[in-house]
């Protein structure tokens, strides 16, 4: 049986890491929004930082519990999803993309339709729109939950996995389009 979240118990507080964020991410809101600009921003350099893909990763490691947060995208399209924290950095490969290799999950969400992936598996999935998501994460149990968050929650799609390490909160940003960390109280 799976567990379901609580805001209530499980919410956890996420900040965005500008040491990670691509050059051209502006992070904003007390680094809990992250848009895509044209222009590159004044970050100091560090080898943290995704060189080549519009990607941000939060401080915060998670692990060994469960935990719960939302995020509201804007936008042409935006990724969703958990790493650990050895995804490569440099280049635009798979093992620099969330979700495209065995060190991260992610859930691809447009106004259309959205994708889950793993590795090099791709789940297409209708669902309702939501520019809300909520992601919950079991680290003990080995689930990571992707759900719209409206009036009602309704599930997206599941991973099981067995989690090796720590895994941390991730985003790929579309041009013209913004994640932002939500405020659960």
Known sequence: MFSTPSCNTDACVLTLDPNTAYRQLYLSRGNKKAALKREPQDYA?????FDCLPQVLCKEPLSGGAYYWEVE?????????????????????????????RKSWSLFCSDSSYSARYSKDQVE????????IGVFLDHSAGTLSFYTVGDTMSLIHRFKASFAEPVYPGFWVWYESAVTIRQLS
């Not at 350099?45 to 930082?49: F, L, M, N, P, V």
């Not at 995208?73 to 290799?101: L, M």
């Not at 999935?125 to 809300?132: K, Q, T």
């Open 125 to 132: 999935i209708n669902a309702p729109y939501s520019s809300r």
């Open 73 to 101: 995208w804007s936008g042409e399209g935006a990724s969703v999803g958990v790493t650990y924290k050895g995804i490569k950095r440099v280049g635009y490969g798979d093992s620099c993309r969330i979700g495209y290799n």
């Open 45 to 49: 350099d560090s080898a943290s930082r």
